[in-house]
């Protein structure tokens, strides 16, 4: 008996230990307008957190001559700011996905990370159509990223759970009316003079380059989901809206990107510094586009949500939709003119889409993990007060338009 | 209407100067198992062929440290061997594909093709999964080889039709019994309580990273196509045996490569080799899969039935299964053991598939526009003695074994 006691107890003593340890997650493009607040967010719920980072996003600010509307700060500043306020350290490697293979390899095998959040992608739709040669980047750039990660992964032998930002754009049937399930369809297949039922991922139909590689990264995955065995988790993320999370708002010096100029600005975030500075809100079209949306706060307490519910090593690609309302673009537009008195101004839409479309989205599993949502409603008019009208003479207005076209 | 005829007159004699006026191809790749026979076929049948073309093939032999069984000559001593023979100028570019975009790009300004054929990919699937450094150079090239030619078409403003060597491996139901559609599924999915049917792009379910670039590829030619307006027709190719075309049979300076190791030889040609040399069939796990086939011959023939019958630019991308014989393993490790004496030895599987798996598919596109396949039961046994038996003091026993697993 006493034997018997002595290994409960160290079967409790050990898993409580397990719980205690602390998570080490790496943050790939931890400096962007998701990667900072997550870094932040994770380091405050208790992770060890590594930012890998080669600046890439500031440097494209650069090429195309826009600055964040919000003044934010070099990363070393940053992360010595974080440690001062919160007395907790992130680290920061400087390397880049897709192209610096052996030394992410390297990172793996020292670090051993739990999981790793793959935020090292060009994500502007607009500037992935740009040029031929924004085409390529974006492609080569993505995709390389992508692949290095996960042969990275089954190089090191390491089990690390990956959990990847996707898109809702990916998905194909948005306009049928049909509610989007979370990554994978249900239908039926004629074999053999019987009808079957099967699952599939959901086919895609991308509206840009920028979209299609997160399509293509789909079949990455599940490809070595299949064959490797690896664990990863895919956010079909709605667009991001909003600046600050309780961790960005700790000092101004912590603050987080806001970008409104027409490649890289969100449709939100545009319309919300357009209100601040009273000038008229351009909708697309007719603004008829229906889309998915979420704010940034949520964005980090799904990601920790899905880091703390991995997928197990037998399971196919856990596809999780992260987005927490959906509005048509032309309603969002008359709520924000309507709280702030600003007008609005319909412009041709410059992309290739239906004028009108229909979207409802299935958001289950995040919720039922625990996911409590930030509405439009209630934050909106904090976001142009606190951030938009704050910083707006910092606005250059000739790069609110919109000039790529497809 | 005396001007009336004259219009008319005018119409007929500039239809017939564009169905004489030769057509020009370039052929991506043309150095290759499948681009040299191709070349030599286009041009036999009237086109202006230009061939380019980095010689990777040749350099990946060098690194495997390995040559074909057949003794190659180089390009240029091909190229004028075959004006001698034919009296026809096939003309030679050296461009890395999915690296000298500008090259590219000048070319087709420069040259205004009417077709390209695409086979400028990594195309071997045991070599795509040697080690994480393959998959890379697998995903890397092909994708960016892909995306390179498509942006340089939109960008030159040029109406190409696009012909891509594609694969039966992207298809993701070869288990179900169900005959394999060309490239679409018709599907049945309930959508607001309604059932209702869809066409869809087949869902892949790849067997390799090789394979699964191809299935990338799949998502480009949809986007373009549907974004661009680009005329694309993809081949899902199926196993190529047989190495001499009627062209290259011409001169002994033309023959064809035949590749029988490990990671390039595909397991018909590397049958024909091991019967030619008396070494026992190396047939992997029961032998029990199903796989298409189709003679190096009629892949010339199918791509200049393609490139005969482009889609419309508002078409689909239009997706052809060029493959005219399906067999299991097997079967025809026993075919060949019956007709030649050799023995037969059963070793460890070195890829995840299944054991044993059923496969029909649909060839009907390529028999309508007239296609009359060669059967391997007519010319197994002139491979065997005109070809692998001829050169087999050429050959390295030990670089037959596929040494790459996954």
Redesign the interface.
């Given at each position: 008996m006493l034997l018997r006691e002595f290994i409960r107890f160290n079967v409790i003593f050990l898993s409580l230990i397990n719980e205690v340890r602390v998570r080490k997650v790496l943050i790939l493009g931890g400096d962007g307008f998701c990667g900072w607040p997550t870094s932040l967010h994770l380091s405050d719920a208790g992770y060890e957190v590594i930012i890998v980072d080669d600046f890439s996003r500031r440097k494209t600010d650069v090429e195309l001559e826009v600055e964040s509307l919000t003044p934010i700060r070099p990363l070393g500043e940053r992360l010595r700011v974080w440690r001062d306020v919160s007395g907790r350290n992130i680290r920061h490697v400087a390397i880049t996905i897709g192209k610096e293979?052996r030394e992410l390899?390297e990172l793996l095998v020292s670090e051993k990370p739990y999981a790793i959040v793959h935020f090292a992608e060009q994500r502007s739709a607009p500037y992935s159509m740009k040029s031929?040669?924004h085409?390529?980047l974006t492609?080569?750039n993505n995709?390389?990223a992508t692949?290095?990660v996960l042969?990275?992964i089954?190089?090191s032998k390491l089990d690390i759970h990956l959990v990847h930002l996707g898109t809702m754009g990916v998905y194909?049937?948005g306009t049928?009316?049909?509610k989007i399930p979370e990554g994978y369809?249900?239908?039926?297949?004629?074999?053999?003079g019987e009808?079957?039922g099967?699952e599939?991922?959901y086919?895609?139909n991308?509206g840009?380059?920028y979209h299609?590689t997160k399509?293509?990264d789909q079949?990455?995955f599940a490809?070595y989901n299949?064959?490797d065995g690896l664990r990863i988790t895919d956010l079909h993320q709605g667009i991001v809206w909003g600046t600050q999370t309780s961790q960005t708002r700790r000092d101004k010096y912590l603050i987080n990107r806001f970008d409104y100029d027409g490649d890289y600005g969100t449709v939100l975030n545009r319309f919300l510094m357009q209100a601040a500075i009273n000038y008229p809100l351009t909708v697309h079209g007719t603004g008829g586009q229906k889309r998915a949306f979420i704010h940034i706060q949520d964005t980090c307490r799904s990601i920790q949500l899905a880091i703390e519910h991995p997928p197990e090593k037998t399971d196919r690609v856990k596809i999780l939709n992260q987005m927490t309302e959906i509005h048509r673009v032309r309603d969002l537009a008359k709520l924000i003119s309507d709280k702030t008195g600003v007008g609005i101004a319909y412009v041709d839409n410059p992309r290739?889409e239906s004028a009108e479309n229909d979207l409802l989205a299935v958001n289950d599993q995040l919720l039922e993990m625990g996911l409590r949502p930030i509405t439009l409603n209630e934050e909106l008019l904090n976001e142009v007060e606190q951030v938009a009208k704050k910083y707006s003479s910092r606005c250059d207005q000739n790069k609110i338009p919109c000039l790529s076209r497809?």
């Amino acid at each position: 008996m006493l034997l018997r006691e002595f290994i409960r107890f160290n079967v409790i003593f050990l898993s409580l230990i397990n719980e205690v340890r602390v998570r080490k997650v790496l943050i790939l493009g931890g400096d962007g307008f998701c990667g900072w607040p997550t870094s932040l967010h994770l380091s405050d719920a208790g992770y060890e957190v590594i930012i890998v980072d080669d600046f890439s996003r500031r440097k494209t600010d650069v090429e195309l001559e826009v600055e964040s509307l919000t003044p934010i700060r070099p990363l070393g500043e940053r992360l010595r700011v974080w440690r001062d306020v919160s007395g907790r350290n992130i680290r920061h490697v400087a390397i880049t996905i897709g192209k610096e293979y052996r030394e992410l390899l390297e990172l793996l095998v020292s670090e051993k990370p739990y999981a790793i959040v793959h935020f090292a992608e060009q994500r502007s739709a607009p500037y992935s159509m740009k040029s031929s040669s924004h085409r390529r980047l974006t492609v080569n750039n993505n995709l390389s990223a992508t692949n290095d990660v996960l042969a990275a992964i089954v190089e090191s032998k390491l089990d690390i759970h990956l959990v990847h930002l996707g898109t809702m754009g990916v998905y194909g049937y948005g306009t049928t009316g049909m509610k989007i399930p979370e990554g994978y369809l249900k239908v039926q297949v004629e074999e053999d003079g019987e009808i079957r039922g099967r699952e599939i991922l959901y086919p895609s139909n991308p509206g840009s380059i920028y979209h299609m590689t997160k399509a293509q990264d789909q079949l990455l995955f599940a490809f070595y989901n299949k064959n490797d065995g690896l664990r990863i988790t895919d956010l079909h993320q709605g667009i991001v809206w909003g600046t600050q999370t309780s961790q960005t708002r700790r000092d101004k010096y912590l603050i987080n990107r806001f970008d409104y100029d027409g490649d890289y600005g969100t449709v939100l975030n545009r319309f919300l510094m357009q209100a601040a500075i009273n000038y008229p809100l351009t909708v697309h079209g007719t603004g008829g586009q229906k889309r998915a949306f979420i704010h940034i706060q949520d964005t980090c307490r799904s990601i920790q949500l899905a880091i703390e519910h991995p997928p197990e090593k037998t399971d196919r690609v856990k596809i999780l939709n992260q987005m927490t309302e959906i509005h048509r673009v032309r309603d969002l537009a008359k709520l924000i003119s309507d709280k702030t008195g600003v007008g609005i101004a319909y412009v041709d839409n410059p992309r290739k889409e239906s004028a009108e479309n229909d979207l409802l989205a299935v958001n289950d599993q995040l919720l039922e993990m625990g996911l409590r949502p930030i509405t439009l409603n209630e934050e909106l008019l904090n976001e142009v007060e606190q951030v938009a009208k704050k910083y707006s003479s910092r606005c250059d207005q000739n790069k609110i338009p919109c000039l790529s076209r497809w």
